[in-house]
């Protein structure tokens, strides 16, 4: 009998991650909140889309994540971030540019040159693999720009990445714990 | 590329049931919270609001009970409003799972208080909603549930919620609500347009050519109660009228 995978969510110390564990449980997956890195058992890393750059990889600094955040996605554990989650994958962001992400992707997350700010909303998605678009939920004012990690982007005053792959780390700008029946979909496809 | 226009319903909670008032007197039970919101994911609105209009303390702790119960069946976002006078307030909300809440006469007495909650808990989840009347003529905004006139105009109070870190709107015409006048065009359609963040009309709705014409005009989201409480207008309805009109709407 295979059992349950067991998803853990990285404590950021910042907003509720009550959505993200309900959805989770909704697929029929354990969830644990995790504010130190310690678990053995855990199949998958959820670092969730909630608080700004600079205090989010501050907290991962001040409690151990940081560097076996780092080890967990070298060693091609699967990973999911969302929203800040997939941005302090990256090098650096405009919205604290004094603090360094996990550079695991060495871009740098820029503001969104949108119409309206934040960008909050729906919006089409695009798939470089597949014609059919879908519609997802974001929240945010700050994005990552296309790279070969791209598999879908969205357009909103610019183009830039709204999923990225690289092996077992997933990572979207969107919100799929929001985004309806097609997050939920998403969601079922991304964990373990 | 623009985002997808908002199909809103809203569901007016008193003391944990939702119930919906006629320009916000004459209450009638229509419903449980919970199944209420399910039905409407599923017929395809893109986000929820809820208002408690509970008068009592013990009213807002069951609407805080709902809050959660809501956050762990839904998978749309939704805001919550009404009463909420503090960073603590705000503070439980969102913490119980709501991903917004909404400010209104706290952030008239308080306006300090959208700044705080700006940089507390981000722009992305406060939301400001200001009362007007058309038929006063009189430009300014309302405040205790659209009884009471206040000293403020309605476009520069909209700017400065705006600037204090405000990242939503929601504009409601208090004459028009539960007439099927249709929405406020006007006021509505020019801070849509103006205004660089996501204005919601509210109020009037009865046809789906109402939120074409409101959605068409400049507003970002509209937001219904009554007729798709009472099964009049379905949001599948609302959005085949905006496809047709070439507005961009989530399927």
């Known amino acids: 009998m295979t059992r349950t995978a067991l998803i853990g969510i990285v404590e950021t110390g910042a907003g509720n991650i009550c959505s993200l564990e309900a959805a989770i449980a909704r697929l029929g997956r354990r969830s644990i909140r995790l504010t130190a890195p310690s678990l053995s058992d855990v199949d998958q890393l959820v670092i969730p889309g909630q608080g700004r750059f600079g205090p989010v990889m501050q907290q991962l600094r001040k409690t151990g994540w940081e560097n076996f955040l780092r080890d967990w996605i070298r060693a091609d554990k699967p990973l999911l971030g969302i929203c800040v989650g997939m941005q302090i994958l990256y090098e650096r962001s405009e919205e604290n540019s004094d603090i360094k992400g996990l550079g695991v992707i060495s871009e740098r997350i820029e503001k969104l040159n949108s119409p309206k700010q934040p960008m909050m909303g729906w919006a089409d998605i695009c798939w470089r693999d597949r014609q059919a678009d879908e519609q997802v939920y974001f929240v945010n004012s700050y994005v990552a720009p296309c790279t070969n990690d791209t598999i879908a982007y969205c357009e909103y005053g610019q183009t830039f990445s709204a999923v990225i792959q690289r092996g077992n780390l997933i990572a979207s700008q969107f919100h799929p714990e929001k985004s309806g029946a097609t997050g939920m979909r998403l969601l079922q496809q991304w964990l373990c | 590329m623009a985002l997808l226009k908002r199909i809103i319903p809203c569901l007016d909670v008193r003391d944990g049931r939702v119930v919906k008032g006629e320009q916000f007197?004459?209450?009638?039970?229509?419903?449980?919270?919970?199944?209420?919101?399910?039905?409407?994911?599923?017929?395809?609105?893109?986000?929820?609001?809820?208002?408690?209009?509970?008068?009592?303390?013990?009213?807002?702790?069951?609407?805080?009970?709902?809050?959660?119960?809501?956050?762990?069946?839904?998978?749309?976002?939704?805001?919550?409003?009404?009463?909420?006078?503090?960073?603590?307030?705000?503070?439980?909300?969102?913490?119980?799972?709501?991903?917004?809440?909404?400010?209104?006469?706290?952030?008239?007495?308080?306006?300090?208080?959208?700044?705080?909650?700006?940089?507390?808990?981000?722009?992305?989840?406060?939301?400001?909603?200001?009362?007007?009347?058309?038929?006063?003529?009189?430009?300014?905004?309302?405040?205790?549930?659209?009884?009471?006139?206040?000293?403020?105009?309605?476009?520069?109070?909209?700017?400065?919620?705006?600037?204090?870190?405000?990242?939503?709107?929601?504009?409601?015409?208090?004459?028009?609500?539960?007439?099927?006048?249709?929405?406020?065009?006007?006021?509505?359609?020019?801070?849509?347009?103006?205004?660089?963040?996501?204005?919601?009309?509210?109020?009037?709705?009865?046809?789906?050519?109402?939120?074409?014409?409101?959605?068409?005009?400049?507003?970002?989201?509209?937001?219904?109660?009554?007729?798709?409480?009472?099964?009049?207008?379905?949001?599948?309805?609302?959005?085949?009228?905006?496809?047709?009109?070439?507005?961009?709407?989530?399927?």
Not at chain 2, 60 to 73: H, K, L, P
Not at chain 2, 93 to 118: C, M, T, Y
Not at chain 2, 197 to 212: D, N, Y
């Open chain 2, 25 to 251: 007197i004459a209450l009638k039970d229509i419903g449980d919270p919970v199944e209420l919101a399910k039905r409407y994911e599923k017929e395809g609105a893109d986000e929820l609001v809820f208002l408690d209009i509970s008068a009592s303390l013990e009213g807002r702790d069951t609407a805080r009970a709902m809050v959660t119960r809501v956050a762990r069946e839904l998978s749309i976002p939704f805001t919550v409003g009404g009463g909420i006078r503090s960073l603590d307030d705000i503070h439980r909300l969102l913490e119980s799972g709501a991903d917004k809440v909404s400010l209104n006469s706290a952030a008239l007495n308080q306006p300090g208080l959208i700044d705080e909650a700006a940089a507390h808990f981000g722009s992305q989840c406060i939301v400001v909603a200001i009362d007007f009347r058309e038929c006063a003529h009189d430009g300014v905004v309302y405040s205790h549930g659209g009884t009471r006139a206040t000293n403020k105009n309605i476009l520069a109070w909209a700017q400065e919620v705006a600037q204090r870190g405000a990242g939503e709107l929601l504009l409601t015409c208090i004459d028009r609500d539960g007439t099927g006048s249709g929405f406020e065009q006007t006021l509505t359609g020019q801070l849509g347009r103006e205004l660089r963040i996501p204005v919601i009309a509210s109020g009037g709705a009865k046809t789906p050519q109402h939120f074409v014409d409101v959605l068409q005009n400049g507003a970002d989201a509209a937001l219904a109660a009554g007729i798709f409480h009472r099964g009049e207008v379905s949001i599948s309805d609302v959005k085949r009228a905006l496809r047709d009109k070439q507005i961009p709407v989530r399927t």
